[in-house]
């Protein structure tokens, strides 16, 4: 792993890479930062149905390949997942410090924040058979969250759904609300 997509610090999460995996207590559930590129282009695919064909904010036509990538994955992020029998069931990337997070293109960001302590949670996803109530997504945010806490990460910018920002706040979750949640 090394520098990539506009990253201008040096690589935050060092103490993580040390354990890429670890057992969400209770359940048979993994949570995984992926290193494999098997593992990688499993969650590219995902992101190609999910974000092409179901949510429709990317267009397939630029991903001949069947995987939705872009610029952020060449090395300037942490794929992150959480498994069940070692099948992919939720996933996210983390956006590490870089020039512009993608959220700067579309969104206001908080009035300060330090932009090389900070990362970007994008392209969260729970497979189409995971999805409704439950704690999948709780359990990928939770852990995100532990390794943010784990490392010197002042800010941890994303895009919300409504459902979302009210989770944040019935888990007491700290954060800094700018903007109007998505749908």
């Known amino acids: 792993l090394g520098y990539g997509g506009g990253q201008t610090t040096p690589f935050p999460f060092v103490r993580a890479m040390m354990d890429t995996e670890r057992k969400i ?30 949510t429709k904010i990317a267009d397939p036509a630029k991903f001949l390949d069947g995987k939705e990538s872009d610029e952020y994955d060449d090395g300037g992020c ?24 993608p959220i700067e293109r579309s969104n206001i960001l908080p009035p300060s924040f330090d932009q090389e302590r900070s990362i970007e949670v994008s392209r969260a996803l729970l497979v189409k058979d995971k999805r409704g109530p439950g704690n999948l997504i709780w359990h990928l945010f939770n852990n995100i969250y532990a390794l943010c806490q784990d490392d010197d990460v002042d800010a941890i910018l994303s895009f919300s759904t409504q459902i979302m920002f009210n989770g944040y706040r019935k888990r007491r979750v700290p954060f800094r609300h700018t903007g109007t949640p998505v749908n």
């Open 78 to 101: 942490l794929h992150t997942a959480i498994t069940e029998d070692d099948r992919i069931v939720a996933y996210t990337r983390l956006v590490l410090p870089c020039d512009e997070f």
């Open 25 to 54: 207590p209770g359940t048979n559930l993994v949570f995984k930062i992926l290193t494999n590129q098997d593992d990688i282009d499993e969650a590219y695919r995902l992101r190609y149905q999910t974000f092409c064909f179901e």
